[in-house]
């Protein structure tokens, strides 16, 4: 057993006493306590390689879109607006909330074109305390980094986020391509 070695007289600080055969006697309650953790601890290794498995092919599905968009030559960033692990600031309150949290995109990190999270804080609030004028500010609060060097929690959160950011780009790319026809017409009358 993992936790065989653990022993002790429960609410004391008296070590335990070892019993004729040299082992460490403990009382039935811990002896259930220890077999319920050696479970607990079974049942979550399966989970976990579970997890390292699914992660790994999640990688892999970031990957290949970095490398399809890559190939596009797109040149054009985008940012998703949703927040992902999002955390109110303590201390907001009355009028004024403050959010920090990640917000997926596609941005050139580095000298790369990389499917990317960053660091976002958002102020929501009323202006002058109006019900009828809401604002909400959103400034990057840490740097951007690939996806793929984000941990784990924020990697399967933006898994769900991936469609809205192509989404994104694919109507930002729409708009660039109207702006530049636009400005062909004023250059060729």
């Known amino acids: 057993m993992l936790l065989s070695g653990l022993g002790g007289n429960p609410g004391t600080a008296m070590p335990a006493e070892a019993g004729p055969t040299g082992r460490i006697a403990r009382p039935p309650d811990v002896e259930e306590s220890m077999t319920s953790i050696e479970s607990s601890l079974d049942r979550l290794a399966g989970v976990a390689g579970r997890l390292n498995t699914e992660t790994d092919a999640l990688n892999l599905v970031i990957e290949a879109v970095e490398r399809r968009l890559d190939s596009m030559n797109l040149g054009i960033s985008y940012w998703d ?34 499917v990317a999270v960053k660091g976002v804080r958002v102020e929501e609030g009323y202006f ?44 930002r790319g729409r708009a660039y391509v109207a702006t ?6 004023l250059v060729s009358e």
């Open 81 to 114: 607006d949703a927040l992902l692990e999002p955390e109110e600031d303590a201390g907001t309150g009355g009028d004024l909330r403050i959010t920090r949290g990640w917000v997926l995109g596609y941005h050139k990190v580095g000298d790369e074109w990389r």
């Open 128 to 171: 002058e305390n109006d019900l009828n004028c809401p604002y909400r500010n959103i400034s990057t609060d840490k740097d951007p980094v690939p996806l793929l060097r984000a941990s784990r929690s924020i990697r399967v959160q933006a898994a769900g986020r991936v469609q809205a950011v192509l989404d994104g780009l694919a109507e």
């Open 180 to 185: 530049i026809g636009n400005a062909k017409k």
